[in-house]
């Protein structure tokens, strides 16, 4: 993934922390470490152990809240990865997170939003599991429900962008927000439409995407609730 040259003002100066739970596990923190990879702001990375009581919340989702990720930038304290985003994108702006054109950053913002609080099913029957080799699950009619919506998402912004990301040829804060599905999709062995398909292996062969699911194999700490072994 390219690396933007962010503008400068004093908050530039600032040392960066990104706090994360599980490269294997935490779909959320993917989406922002993508999200601060995109900015080009300088970052640390620090990793809370899968133990951890507000890492365990998040990762089985037992909470309305999530608060991992968490940037830390000087005296600055941002969690939601959306608010990461934003506040990059603020403090970026050469790094054109988000589309330039009105219509389409509006757009981007939406589907990301609709990622962030929807699809409550997907993440329940499929959850990331980057160690896990590929298996086939049961897809009943929630879960169903859920990927021809986010099949929906795609096939719309990949026709009027043209791809191969969901708003061109630059990677944006959508791409970020949906890259856990593409993993979820690969684990699961979940048929695609043909761009589907290609966009799904496009973010997976991203430079940044390969890294993280290297460091992802890994871990050694397991998350037993999340070791599904099903197949049919």
Not at 109 to 132: D, I, K, W, Y
Request: charged fraction near 25%; glycine fraction near 4%; proline fraction near 6%.
């Amino acid at each position: 993934m390219a690396q933007a040259q962010p503008s400068r003002d004093n908050r530039m100066e600032a040392q960066a922390r990104l706090f994360i739970s599980s490269k294997n596990y935490s779909s959320w923190s993917l989406r922002g470490w993508l999200i601060a990879r995109m900015s080009g702001l300088p970052f640390t990375l620090e990793s809370i152990h899968p133990e951890d009581a507000m890492a365990r919340a998040e990762l089985l989702n037992l909470t309305s809240s999530v608060r991992i990720p968490y940037l830390v930038h000087g005296e600055i304290e941002v969690w939601d990865v959306l608010a990461i985003a934003e506040y990059l994108n603020e403090i970026c702006p050469d790094a054109h997170m988000y589309p330039q054109e009105v219509a389409l950053r509006a757009r981007a913002r939406t589907v990301s939003a609709e990622m962030h609080s929807g699809f409550a099913s997907l993440r329940a029957a499929l959850p990331v599991n980057l160690h896990a080799a590929p298996r086939k699950v049961p897809v009943w009619s929630g879960v169903r429900a859920d990927i021809e919506r986010i099949s929906e998402i795609w096939t719309e912004c990949l026709t009027k962008s043209g791809g191969p990301f969901l708003f061109g040829k630059k990677i944006s804060v959508a791409d970020a927000m949906f890259a856990p599905v593409c993993t979820r999709y690969e684990t699961y062995q979940i048929d695609l439409s043909p761009p589907c398909e290609a966009y799904k292996a496009h973010i997976l062969a991203l430079p940044d995407m390969r890294s993280w699911l290297a460091d992802a194999q890994d871990e050694m700490d397991e998350v037993s609730e999340l070791e599904l072994d099903v197949e049919f």
